[in-house]
């Protein structure tokens, strides 16, 4: 009271209010302004993962026949050989020989006896004892040949036999080489399956999981989206207040001249008071 103003003089401008206001304003656009720049998440597409080769087991399946048809061969082959009895020449010509053996023994007893009794008889004559003599010493001749000849069988026997032996060792030895290519055989197609199936199972697995990655990859996309756009509404909202409070800061100027005799307060609500002046 008492103070003299002058027509148009501000008598009230809140500036220390109005520069707040602008700072907050300010920072405001230029935090919306950061946001609104900042690039939209976007969601990257991953190269197409490729599918498994188509699968084929049709070359261990081949090695599979072939190595059973090389295995029934062998089978085959000494089955034939088991049933197929070589000692039936050797054993008739053994039998043979014996019975030779046994003949031309019989004769050399008979001739051995036959000349014992000559010699016991008196005044026959000597070519007589010479002659018996004489076919004693063939019957002996004829029995060492027999002898010799039923020796010969017999090693010829044992031969075959030993050869028979060998030859059904090495048919049983290519029975089990064939049975153990056989059984490599299935045990490759074996493995070359679960190969295949874990093969299959991983592929599967890779594919869920990217599907997973994927999946949570545009959640976390969507999430950031949202709250970009959550920031900003509550930005602009804030802003909006504070030009507001800006607007609602009006400049008051004296409409007249002279000195303020009376100043009386009207009301007051919030921070705003209104008074009146009389000059």
Do not use: C
């Amino acid at each position: 009271e008492g103070d003299r103003v002058t027509k148009g003089q501000i008598l009230s401008d809140r500036d220390l209010e109005r520069r707040r206001l602008s700072r907050e304003r300010m920072a405001t656009l230029i935090t919306i302004n950061k946001i609104e720049k900042t690039p939209v998440p976007t969601l990257k597409i991953a190269p197409e993962l490729r599918e498994l080769p188509p699968v084929s087991f049709a070359i261990a399946e081949s090695e599979i026949q072939q190595a059973e048809l090389k295995f029934t061969q062998a089978q085959r082959n000494l089955q034939n050989a088991l049933s197929y009895d070589p000692f039936i020449t050797a054993k008739a010509n053994i039998d043979k020989a014996r019975a030779g053996i046994e003949s031309a023994s019989r004769a050399f007893q008979l001739q051995q006896r036959k000349l014992d009794a000559v010699n016991g008889l008196k005044g026959l004559p000597q070519e007589m004892l010479e002659h018996e003599t004489e076919k004693l010493r063939q019957k002996q001749t004829e029995q060492e040949t027999a002898q010799a000849q039923f020796d010969f069988y017999t090693a010829e026997y044992r031969q075959i036999e030993s050869q028979r032996s060998q030859s059904i060792a090495d048919l049983q030895s290519k029975v089990q080489l064939a049975r153990a290519d056989l059984e490599v055989s299935q045990a490759r197609l074996r493995q070359a399956k679960e190969d295949r199936e874990a093969a299959e199972y991983g592929h599967r697995i890779t594919l869920a999981r990217r599907a997973e990655e994927s999946n949570q990859a545009e959640i976390a996309i969507a999430n950031q989206k949202l709250e970009r756009e959550f920031k900003l509404s509550q930005l602009n909202e804030q802003l909006s207040g504070t030009e507001e409070k800006l607007n609602a800061i009006a400049l008051v100027k004296s409409q007249y001249s002279g000195i303020i005799k009376k100043v009386k307060t009207q009301r007051q609500a919030d921070n705003t008071i209104t008074v009146l002046i009389t000059l």
